[in-house]
């Protein structure tokens, strides 16, 4: 595993990664900016998210994820770009109508920021919370609504 940094908006995220399959994508504090050869198809891809050519992700990523974590994070790829569903809507999807809060903590765990969208889940009455800080949440909330 190789780890890349680099600058997405005004946000510092690290990359890990093999030849072939992602683990993790997360937001850091500000870090020297290193990309290894290998992990430019993916830095392209995020750059390509930025710039709004792309919409959806089709990456090879290693979970280590509980199996409902992972029954949550597959839902979360569906929801179109530019569109929110609340967690319990998420619930409703992977066929859990009862378990928002239990899809609320599945998605604290997401190992793999933006190409696994837990931006665009919402609270009933509010953005509701983001491991990654409400204003990365927001910022990736309006950059999709006006592309």
């Known amino acids: 595993m190789k780890t890349s940094t680099f600058k997405f908006n005004k946000y510092f995220f690290q990359l890990i990664a093999d030849e072939h399959h992602v683990v993790s994508l997360n937001r850091v504090d500000h870090q020297e900016l290193i990309i290894h050869p290998e992990h430019q198809r993916w830095i392209k891809d995020i750059n390509d998210y930025e710039s709004g050519l792309k919409k959806r992700f089709d990456w090879n990523i290693q979970f280590s994820n509980t199996e409902f974590q992972k029954k949550v994070f597959m839902a979360l790829q569906s929801i179109p770009y530019g569109e929110t ?55 990736l909330l309006s950059h999709e609504h006006h592309q």
């Open 85 to 139: 569903r609340t967690y319990h809507e998420v619930a409703i999807m992977i066929q859990q109508p009862k378990a928002a809060r239990a899809v609320g903590q599945a998605i604290s765990k997401n190992p793999v920021l933006i190409v696994i969208p837990c931006h665009r889940v919402l609270a009933k009455h509010g953005l509701g919370g983001f491991s990654s800080g409400l204003d990365l949440k927001e910022s």
